[in-house]
């Protein structure tokens, strides 16, 4: 996906080659991303001669599956991936035949029980704020797993699917599959509501943890600071997860 | 589809062998279908044994695309097909790179040029009414094309998608994709807001109006009437298609 837009941007913006492009959150096979961020590198002159049409051509020039729905220069010492301040995440689950649209399978989890999101949300809430994430992510040998959860709730929305809203500086590969794995259990009535505090004081990946399909989960939203934020903030998170 | 529903149905109810089922609308290849409606005869002890879990159960049984939202027993006279009043259709068109949503590809239909939206609907109005539509269907030997146009009109969702609404008695075979067909060009600018009329005059199948892709359409609802009339709309419908 990275491979085919970087070439569409080459084309578009007539650069000759693919140019190199720095994405916000890097998703796993299957996960989908409607507010991915992105930056490159291009020649001003290339810029100015090409932007007012750059995305209808980029629409033409992509498959369906990717759209750039806008694209514009980039303030000073902006950079997609390290000056973000925290990704939104989304993940869909149907739980109820008479709600199920069979049209959004491609985005929308089937859950074959009636999940209870009074009670997710109560064990949801013990794992807000700044803690070691190694028991909800596969381990990498130097990264750290120490992330801060902004926020991880469920609601139904207007159709009645269960959608849950995950807020974090940064994801571990696998996180957030992880942690939506250790709350459907509870929303089911085989876990209790302190199950999934419990897995994450253990600090270690628990097995009885099962990462959920990534199709149901979306990147929805990347949020940067100010302009004259976006140098500093990228500085400290390269010190961060160095 | 009906096949797999058939089985599972089958199954669910423990018939010992898979129901026939009549459909209220048969939709093309590709065409979605969020509002089906099928009636099948199946024993009463079958019935009063299983339909408290079956909802659920056929959401087990069946693959994602396809859900049964609810199931009841039908009125007197019912006849999923005949009786119906009219079956209303929606296509979705994306002309907006900002307003595209990758995940919704699956249903709905990207065009490279922005619609009139005011133009098609001006062309649409000239189609309503009871009209022979050979012009937009696919001639059947020994079928009529004569149907009654309730409904065509187009306005842009909360995200700036087209979303077209065709509601008629019934539809013959690619009639709706070919009246979408009618009247993108007339959105896009590159016929006028006449065309559309013109063609459904000359009463023949004219191959410049381009049927468009099934994906973006899908059969919404089906309307059926009192249960009092049940019996009479279906003798009505029988006789008018024979």
New interface residues.
Partial sequence: MEGELSEALGRVLRLGEAPRLTVAGRTDAGV?A?GQVAHADVPADSWAAHADTA??R???ALP???????IAPAPEGFDARFSALWRRYSYRVCDD???????R???TL?H?HVLDLAAMNRAAAGLLGEHDFAAFCRHREGATTVRALRRLDWQRDADGVAVGCVVADAFCHNMVRALVGALLPVGAGSRPPGWPSAVLAAAVRDPAVRVVPPHGL?LEEVRYPEPDQLAARAALTRRLRD
């Avoid at 035949?97 to 049209?103: C, G, I, K």
């Fill in positions: 989908h409607r995305p209808r980029l629409a033409r369906p599956d990717i759209r750039v729905r806008a035949p008479a709600a199920a649209d069979p049209l399978r491609h985005d089937w074959p979306c």
